[in-house]
Structures are given as C-alpha cells and as structure tokens.
T-cell receptor, first 113, second 116 residues
Framework: DSGVTQTPKHLITATGQRVTLRCSPRSGDLSVYWYQQSLDQGLQFLIQYYNGEERAKGNILERFSAQQFPDLHSELNLSSLELGDSALYFC????????????FGPGTRLTVT | AQTVTQSQPEMSVQEAETVTLSCTYDTSENNYYLFWYKQPPSRQMILVIRQEAYKQQNATENRFSVNFQKAAKSFSLKISDSQLGDTAMYFCAFMKPFNYGQNFVFGPGTRLSVLP
C-alpha cells in the first residue's frame, strides 16, 4: 500500500458525459501528479500540482482539467468524454516538487461506452 | 523531446535464472533521472529502481540492478534469481526534474513472464 488513495476504483459512463476522479496523496506529500494509461497511448503524464498550484503540464487534453485543494487532495475532471478516453488513470504523490520519488495510487479504471 | 525505447515487448525467464531488460532513451539533458517501474496484474505501479544521471555508480536494490551507460543512453535492468512474483510489465521511464519543467516519459513496456 503506497498510502495514495484514489476513488472510485471503477467508473463506467457514456460518451459526452463528465466525470471527476479523486486522489488523496500520502500524508505529508505536497505534490500530486496525474497519469493516463491507455492501450494505444501507453503511460502518459498529464499534470502536476504542488501545494495547490499547477506546476507542470504534460499531454493533457483541453477537455480535462484538474485542481488541488487546500487539504492537498486533487481532482481530475474529464468532460465531453469520448471512447478513446477509456483508460486507467493514476494519481501519484511526492513530498517535493522535483518528483524523483513518486508513490502511485491504485488507479481509477474509466470505461466510456 | 525525450523518447524512451524498450525493444523487447515480451520476455520469459525460468525461475531462479537471471534476465536483463533493455531500455534506451534519447535526450539532450544532462540532469535527469531514470526509473524502472513494475506493473503486476494488479495494475499497481511499483518503483523498482531509480538512477540519477550524475551518479556513475549503478543503482542496485536487492535482486535488481541496472547497467547505466550515460554516453550510450542505455539503462538496462537485471533481475537475478527471478521469482514467480516478478511476473509483470516493466516500464522504463525518463524524468527531467520537475523543478525545471515537466518531462516524465515512459517506454512502451516489456512483459516479463517468470516460468516455474
């Protein structure tokens, strides 16, 4: 158990809908990272937040957004969902902003039908 | 942009034997990290080993060790005394420290099967 929690574990929704994925970092960690793992794109970094502020962006679509709240939990919002958004979404956390030691959560499996 | 290549989509090894997984990467950066992550059937991402580019000494973690060749941009993982629990997807990853802007790139993975 990495100490990073993600909810829900599974999510099934229809195209065009909007969903929110939630992540709670390890106690004491200030950075949260979101990753997408899909069959065609592999593992991709999406976005990083550090202590409430966006720090780095990767291959995140404009339909996706994230935020980190004062209690340091983070939410990833996915809107106008398409079939291709079906993937495993991981959250990771680290104590610092450099990210050399990240702990991954168990992931949320999103299925868009 | 950085790229990470894993040329072996699948490998198998007998229990107790040694196996080496290959990884090459392309970067113009001088300060970076390299990782091997393991993803077993549970889908959990587990850090196996980490190498800092400025360190010449190869990282080791129990049965796992790397051969880091900076000039050749090669970062292979050796698993000694393979165990059934080592069966998993293994991802090589490159990271430029987030202090200097994001860049975290994963390779396509190598599926390792440890055979009894």
């Amino acid at each position: 158990d990495s100490g990073v929690t993600q909810t829900p574990k599974h999510l099934i929704t229809a195209t065009g809908q909007r969903v929110t994925l939630r992540c709670s970092p390890r106690s004491g960690d200030l950075s949260v990272y979101w990753y997408q793992q899909s069959l065609d794109q592999g593992l991709q970094f999406l976005i990083q937040y550090y202590n409430g502020e966006e720090r780095a962006k990767g291959n995140i679509l404009e339909r996706f957004s994230a935020q980190q709240f004062p209690d340091l939990h983070s939410e990833l919002n996915l809107s106008s969902l398409e079939l291709g958004d079906s993937a495993l979404y991981f959250c990771a956390s680290s104590v610092d902003r450099a990210g050399a030691e990240q702990y991954f959560g168990p992931g949320t499996r999103l299925t868009v039908t | 942009a950085q790229t990470v290549t894993q040329s072996q989509p699948e490998m198998s090894v007998q229990e107790a034997e040694t196996v080496t997984l290959s990884c090459t990467y392309d970067t113009s950066e001088n300060n970076y990290y390299l990782f091997w992550y393991k993803q077993p059937p549970s889908r959990q991402m587990i850090l196996v080993i980490r190498q800092e580019a400025y360190k010449q000494q190869n990282a080791t973690e129990n049965r796992f060790s790397v051969n880091f060749q900076k000039a050749a941009k090669s970062f292979s993982l050796k698993i000694s005394d393979s165990q059934l629990g080592d069966t998993a997807m293994y991802f090589c990853a490159f990271m430029k420290p987030f202090n200097y802007g994001q860049n975290f790139v994963f390779g396509p993975g190598t599926r390792l099967s440890v055979l009894p």
